[in-house]
């Protein structure tokens, strides 16, 4: 199935735009699963089955389990996804990018090994360096375009004939690179100006969102910023405003998610709240 | 020791400027190591034997190793270069980068899980992406600038306000973020012209020099443009041109090296070639 309509299917079945950020801190897991021999996987199991009924997508970030050398755990996350919330996305955050050798072996990584429907990509290296990740019609690549860190400003802002780096990054993207309709962006949510000039330019791309929540990004300025003319056409990502809420327990994180969902489809025309 | 330090004496004890890079592909592998249970460390044993004493540098590229799934063989095989070369650093290539608590998540992939003492990180999103790479003083960050790849231009040649972004960025990394004076910058070796330029702008910045070999980029070429004024500055890397010479065969792999080795001294100033 081309991944344009997985990623439409994803949303009608769950009827949401919420993403599930898989990130567990090791430092901020719940109390009663730190004897766990399998700790990651646990929390995660406890994430996934509370939120299953609301999630069109989970995102676990990468780093949370490479740092520890936890790559089997988050395996077997990915497998439980399967199991229990088959028609949800899952998005390796990993941020890739090289050249292209080296980003054949990446989005190997991503779509064999870890058997992702979507990965996260940094564009600085260019064309070459983003291609391998986009050779796959069932799979996406969601390239960084407005991050949603203090810092993005940095480099992301800076203005080439008056338009901004990042909306550079964005119209090569949409223009060159999506010929199989497989290309999302990372929009932040800390940035809703930014976001609405994005959608007004690329009306029909699809926009990952991260920032929401512990970041500090403000939920009904993205949805006005961002929903495409369906009202659809975000991902809206909580991690640690899911995860951690209640201590991680299991009726705080599911609470939580169908709060971040019922909140989501208040702003979105013709959805009722909590369907 | 001070990164700046620990770099100048692997430049030193070895007398050298090359980075081996370790980047084993598995369909590339010499045939006599295929049945090998750990084929990837097996190469890479042979590798690091071979070149040991013309190595100021090893970059194992981490794609090749978490493709597979073959982490640990990444880790062993940076042990065996402690043990073979003690005197050369270890530069995980895995141009990572993202916001503040992934960020110090990847260091401590680099750092701690894998020991390395320098990562290559991508500046796409700004400082507080960079930051948590820059705060052990012991340990590098290289930052891509202008890399090797044909597609490098597409962003990093943009012109803002004159000036492309490849030198903004090299600009706020020099001024801003090297404080501690352990930060280096990628530059690639297809593009000279680009090279020389940064090096007048910064003229004690040390920078990692992909695109010699299999890439096209051309030795005496980089020699003018990137050395510094005393004929150092550079760690010039080569991974295909040296570790599939001869098909992988050791005494190839060992010919290869010496040979870099003896055509960078002979374009540096006051070094004899071959020592």
Not at 53 to 79: C, H, M, T, W
Not at 250 to 256: C, G, K, M, V
């Given at each position: 199935?081309?991944?344009?309509e997985r990623?439409r299917?994803?949303?009608?079945?769950s009827?949401?735009?919420?993403?599930?950020g898989?990130?567990?801190?090791?430092?901020?897991?719940?109390?009663?699963?730190?004897?766990?021999?399998?700790a990651?996987?646990?929390?995660n199991?406890r994430i996934?089955?509370a939120t299953?009924?609301?999630?069109a997508a989970?995102?676990?970030?990468?780093a949370?389990y490479?740092?520890?050398?936890k790559?089997?755990?988050?395996?077997?996350?990915?497998?439980?996804?399967?199991?229990?919330?088959p028609h949800a996305?899952?998005?390796?955050?990993?941020k890739r990018?090289d050249i292209?050798n080296?980003a054949e072996?990446?989005?190997?990584?991503?779509?064999?090994?870890?058997?992702?429907?979507?990965?996260t990509?940094n564009?600085?290296?260019g064309?070459?360096?983003v291609?391998?990740f986009?050779a796959?019609?069932d799979?996406g690549?969601i390239?960084l375009?407005?991050?949603?860190?203090p810092?993005?400003?940095?480099?992301?802002d800076?203005?080439i004939d008056?338009?901004?780096?990042?909306?550079r990054?964005?119209?090569?993207?949409?223009?060159?690179?999506n010929q199989?309709r497989?290309?999302m962006?990372?929009?932040?949510?800390?940035?809703p100006a930014?976001?609405a000039?994005l959608r007004?330019?690329?009306?029909?791309?699809?926009?990952l969102?991260p920032?929401?929540?512990?970041q500090?990004?403000d939920?009904?300025s993205?949805?006005?910023?961002?929903?495409?003319a369906d009202?659809?056409g975000?991902l809206i990502n909580?991690?640690?405003?899911?995860?951690?809420?209640g201590?991680g327990?299991a009726e705080?994180?599911?609470?939580?998610a169908?709060?971040?969902?019922?909140?989501?489809?208040?702003?979105r025309?013709?959805?009722?709240?909590?369907?």
């Amino acid at each position: 199935m081309p991944f344009a309509e997985r990623l439409r299917r994803a949303q009608t079945a769950s009827g949401s735009l919420v993403c599930v950020g898989l990130d567990p801190d090791p430092a901020k897991l719940p109390p009663d699963l730190l004897d766990e021999r399998a700790a990651l996987l646990a929390f995660n199991r406890r994430i996934i089955d509370a939120t299953a009924a609301v999630a069109a997508a989970y995102k676990p970030q990468i780093a949370f389990y490479s740092a520890l050398g936890k790559e089997n755990e988050l395996v077997d996350s990915i497998r439980y996804i399967r199991e229990r919330a088959p028609h949800a996305l899952v998005i390796l955050d990993s941020k890739r990018g090289d050249i292209g050798n080296t980003a054949e072996a990446y989005a190997k990584e991503a779509f064999e090994r870890y058997g992702a429907d979507a990965v996260t990509v940094n564009p600085y290296m260019g064309e070459d360096s983003v291609r391998p990740f986009l050779a796959r019609p069932d799979r996406g690549a969601i390239v960084l375009c407005r991050t949603s860190n203090p810092g993005a400003g940095d480099f992301q802002d800076l203005l080439i004939d008056g338009l901004p780096l990042y909306r550079r990054v964005a119209e090569r993207a949409d223009r060159h690179w999506n010929q199989l309709r497989n290309l999302m962006l990372v929009v932040g949510a800390t940035y809703p100006a930014e976001m609405a000039q994005l959608r007004r330019a690329h009306p029909t791309l699809p926009f990952l969102v991260p920032g929401i929540g512990a970041q500090g990004g403000d939920l009904a300025s993205t949805l006005t910023a961002g929903l495409d003319a369906d009202g659809d056409g975000l991902l809206i990502n909580s991690s640690r405003g899911i995860i951690y809420a209640g201590g991680g327990a299991a009726e705080s994180i599911r609470a939580a998610a169908l709060e971040l969902h019922r909140q989501i489809n208040l702003g979105r025309p013709g959805r009722r709240a909590g369907t």
